[in-house]
């Protein structure tokens, strides 16, 4: 049987998403963050030395990293669906847009975050002007720079695909599902674009189905 560890309003929600693409029989463990500092609680330690979400079990082996989670069922389960055979047109961008997501625009997005949450940290009174001054200073003139470089490039990407690697759905759709709802809910612009792949996104039903045992999606903020 395959369990997933899952956090709640985390990345681990594309785990379910695709295994209830692939149509597999699975149980979920769930954990709640912590309510001050949103953070995974401290058991999931317990299935894995880095205490992070997701956390996929099946049998003896013990996977972490979605997008390590998420070739791992491709391999085992999914009989030839959900990416290009090796070779294939579309395999060498399913291989970058799977590792993009996490490796290049999430951290972008995380920083934003964390600095957003910095002037409501606790901090003593006369601190916090100063430490709103720097949060800013580091969004404008950091962040949102290369938030609006990487956003435009996939704005550009998907209007130019309806899906990441080719024509059909692939799990580098799903891969990408959870930096672009973020970047929705945090970085401002017009996103046409990736608005629409979103929405495709969502309207699965398989999406609906992982939704429902999983919970929706939240902004963090």
Do not use: C
């Not at 997933?4 to 990345?11: A, F, I, K, P, Q």
């Not at 963050?33 to 082996?61: C, F, N, W, Y």
């Amino acid at each position: 049987m395959i369990t997933v560890h899952h956090l709640e309003n985390s990345r681990s929600l594309r785990v379910l998403w695709l295994l209830e693409e692939l149509g597999l029989p699975y149980e979920i463990i769930h954990y709640k963050r912590d309510p001050v500092t949103m953070l995974a609680p401290e058991s999931l330690r317990e299935i894995h030395p880095l205490g992070k979400a997701p956390i996929l079990q099946d049998d003896d082996r013990v996977v972490a990293e979605s997008g390590a989670i998420l070739e791992y069922l491709l391999d085992h389960y999914g009989q030839g669906r959900f990416r290009p055979e090796p070779g294939a047109p579309g395999r060498e961008a399913y291989q970058y847009w799977l590792h993009y997501a996490e490796g290049s625009l999430m951290p972008l997005l995380v920083m934003k975050l964390v600095f957003s949450r910095v002037p409501q940290s606790p901090m003593p009174f006369f601190i916090r002007p100063v430490a709103r001054k720097i949060s800013q200073g580091l969004n404008q003139g950091f962040l949102d720079p290369r938030l609006s470089d990487h956003l435009g490039f996939v704005e550009r990407h998907l209007g130019e695909h309806v899906w990441f690697a080719g024509d059909e759905f692939s799990a580098a759709d799903i891969q990408m599902s959870f930096p672009l709802q973020a970047a929705l809910a945090r970085a401002p612009g017009n996103m046409p674009n990736i608005r629409a792949f979103i929405e495709r996104l969502e309207n699965r039903p398989a999406y609906r189905k992982a939704e429902e045992r999983g919970g929706s999606l939240k902004p963090l903020g």
